[in-house]
């Protein structure tokens, strides 16, 4: 492996403090009337993507592959802060990439797995690609693939700040939409979980081999 690499792993928004409160803004939860959720029936997308984050986190460090969390255990730090942080130790420790983890919400009950990188045509597409086809290959079966091919790869594109603010190849992936229920349940299940960790391991180092 690439021993000048580093993954710099976001969590978007807030997640449980220790007196058990959800730390960020409404529109990250959703309420279901059924299934298993966090608390009452309530999806929290900070601590999914949280959990997420903490099984990347593993696999890498399994894998001796560095990596740098830029976000807080439960709190849901400013896109400011946790970009400069990103900056800083791309331009003062080791070269890398930021891999932004969501889960999505429609209000109209939409459903699949997307990706975003910033508008034209830039090196965040080729890791989007990576992303798309190892999802596809680990959950193609199970999910729905959303995509747009007008420019002739797989992501959307869009000015979210992580994805213009960041001096290095940046992504940030919807993983399904919460406020859908049946795509709620499969956040919830454990191996749906693993396998999308797993297609950022693959990404990831497909990603280190083409450098």
């Keep these: 492996m690439n021993d000048n690499f580093c993954v710099f792993l976001d969590a978007g928004h807030g997640g449980v403090d220790p007196q058990g409160n959800y730390t960020t803004a409404p529109g990250k939860q959703y309420q279901h009337n059924s299934g298993g ?3 009452g029936g309530w999806f929290y997308e900070g601590v999914w993507n949280r959990h997420l984050m903490a099984k990347v986190q593993e696999k890498l460090q399994r894998l001796g592959i560095a990596f740098i969390p830029v976000y807080h255990d439960y709190l849901d730090f400013p896109l400011s802060y946790r970009v ?3 900056n800083w130790y791309f331009r003062n420790y080791r070269r890398g990439i930021f891999v932004s983890a969501h889960a999505n919400a429609s209000g109209v009950n939409a459903r699949g797995f997307e990706l975003y990188t910033s508008p034209g045509v830039t090196a965040s597409d080729r890791i989007a690609n990576y992303m798309y086809e190892e999802v596809e ?3 193609g079966d199970r999910i729905v ?3 747009d091919l007008s420019d002739s790869d797989y992501d959307k594109e869009a ?3 992580v994805l213009v603010r960041t001096v290095m190849p940046a992504v940030l992936i919807e993983h ?6 049946n795509d709620a349940r499969l956040l919830m299940d454990e191996e ?3 396998r999308f960790a797993e297609a950022q391991i693959r990404t990831i180092i497909r990603y280190i081999n083409t450098l």
């Design 37 to 39: 959720f966090h608390n």
């Design 176 to 181: 399904l939409f919460f406020d859908n229920l």
């Design 192 to 194: 749906i979980v693993d």
């Design 159 to 161: 000015r979210f700040y």
């Design 145 to 147: 693939m959303r995509q």
């Design 84 to 86: 400069e942080q990103a």
């Design 137 to 139: 290959d680990l959950l």
